[in-house]
């Protein structure tokens, strides 16, 4: 015979935790890092529609270097250096992207990584701003939008790292670690 199961001393059910709200200062990280995105992405498509012009600057640019290249392998070069530069920006922004959640979610860990993407993003930038500036005067946009989004990005990370916001931070990793037994 099987004993009889106790039963519960309280009838109503435990409490569900209420999501976290963001403060201030981590909304504005979040609407900043949002806007970098944008405008990375802007860029990204800026720079796929004006292919032909970043192409044949990379071109001139590599005529001019005087090396004993085929004209086949200077196109395997100036394609890996365009399609390269496009490709770290995209990855740059996708990595920001998949961290950003877990920071408005109150992981304070979230901002150390995002340092260290926003430091790979910089090094992006400087690609981008090397390869993809035309021989012209006249405005180039895909260096200025890459610039904005690394001042931007650099902006976000700032809002994340003030007082107010590291407050949230620790007052999140608090509650979560006084669980009732």
């Known amino acids: 015979m099987r004993p009889p199961r106790p039963e519960m001393s ?3 059910p435990p409490p569900a935790l209420a999501p976290r709200e963001p403060n201030t200062e981590v909304r504005t990280s979040g609407r900043l890092w949002t806007a970098s995105f944008l405008v990375g992405a802007l860029a990204l498509v ?12 990379l071109r ?7 090396t004993e290249l085929e004209p ?7 394609g890996l250096a365009f399609w390269g530069t496009l490709g770290a920006l995209l990855v740059v922004i996708l990595i920001e992207m998949l961290l950003v959640r877990p920071l ?13 993407a926003l430091v790979l993003q910089v090094g992006a930038a400087l690609l981008a701003t090397a390869f993809l500036t035309g021989s012209d005067t006249g405005l180039q946009p895909v260096p200025w939008l890459v610039i904005a989004q690394a001042v931007l990005a650099g902006a976000a990370l700032v809002a994340c790292l003030l007082p107010g916001a590291t407050r949230w931070f620790r007052a999140g990793r608090s509650a979560s670690q006084r669980r009732p037994a």
Not at 46 to 57: C, I, K, M, N
Not at 60 to 66: I, K, W
């Open 46 to 57: 800026v720079a796929f529609l004006d292919r032909t012009t970043h192409l044949s600057f």
């Open 10 to 12: 309280d009838p109503n």
């Open 104 to 116: 408005l979610k109150g992981g304070g860990w979230a901002r150390w990584a995002l340092l260290c």
């Open 72 to 78: 086949d392998e200077i196109d395997v070069v100036i």
């Open 60 to 66: 001139e640019t590599a005529g001019g270097l005087g």
